[in-house]
């Protein structure tokens, strides 16, 4: 089965909005949370990120929600922006060991001006 | 500038005819890696290499053999190519003295097996 899971394949927000991207996780042991943003025929790249000590961290916009005892991560991504439509993957791993980094499907986000 | 460099972009190759990915990395990581997103599949790790002349394998390995010759270089093989291996690859690097799970990504490869 997934070990992460984006149940949501699509959101569509409008401009100014708040968009919250939803991810759940099944590994107990997973300690490090990230969201990846990706454009269409492009590579992902690294938005934020967050160990499992801490439950919340803000990066500009970007927020990242920590819950660890259910299993649940989000990215809440404020002032939404017409140039914030992508496809959002949300990924997750056991310690320093990249190697083991599990990613969801993803979500792609549609912000309407 | 640093960066992940895939080739080719895109390929076309039959089915049982042998095919290899290559990806190059400017960014002086050590960790380097191969992933295969499909659709209504995540990124899924196929192998990953700590440095080179070794190389490890991920989730998916099956049908795929991986080359590390240089700490900048890491091929991926498919020796007997299969309809099931269309996909969009990607090769990845990081630095594990700096955060071993921030993953630099190329552009992808998209393969088509006919």
């Known amino acids: 089965g997934q070990q992460v899971k984006q149940s949501s394949p699509s959101l569509t927000v409008q401009e100014g909005g708040i968009s919250i991207l939803n991810c759940d996780y099944e590994n107990d042991m997973f300690d490090y949370f990230a969201w990846y943003k990706k454009y269409p025929d492009n590579s992902p790249t690294l938005l934020i990120s967050v160990r499992s000590n801490v439950d919340k961290r803000e990066d500009g916009r970007l927020t990242v929600f920590l819950n660890k005892s259910g299993k649940h991560f989000s990215l809440h991504i404020t002032a939404s922006q017409p140039e914030d439509t992508a496809v959002y993957l949300c990924?997750?791993?056991?310690?320093?060991?990249?190697?083991?980094?599990?990613f969801g499907i993803g979500t792609l986000l549609s912000v309407k001006p | 500038e640093a960066a992940v460099t895939q080739s080719p972009r895109s390929k076309v190759a039959v089915t049982g005819g042998k095919v290899t990915l290559s990806c190059h990395q400017t960014n002086n990581h050590d960790y380097m890696y191969w992933y295969r997103q499909d659709t209504g599949h995540g990124l899924r790790l196929i192998h990953y290499?700590?440095?080179?002349?070794?190389?490890e394998k991920g989730d998916i390995p099956d049908g795929y053999k991986a080359s590390r010759p240089s700490q900048e270089n890491f091929s991926l093989i498919l020796e007997l190519a299969s309809l099931s291996q269309t996909a969009v690859y990607f090769c990845?690097?990081?630095?594990?003295?700096?955060?071993?799970?921030?993953?630099?990504f190329g552009s992808g490869t998209r393969l088509t097996v006919l």
């Open positions: 290499s700590y440095v080179a002349d070794s190389t």
């Open positions: 990924a997750a791993g056991v310690g320093s060991s990249g190697n083991k980094l599990i």
């Open positions: 990845a690097s990081s630095d594990p003295g700096l955060s071993a799970e921030t993953l630099y």
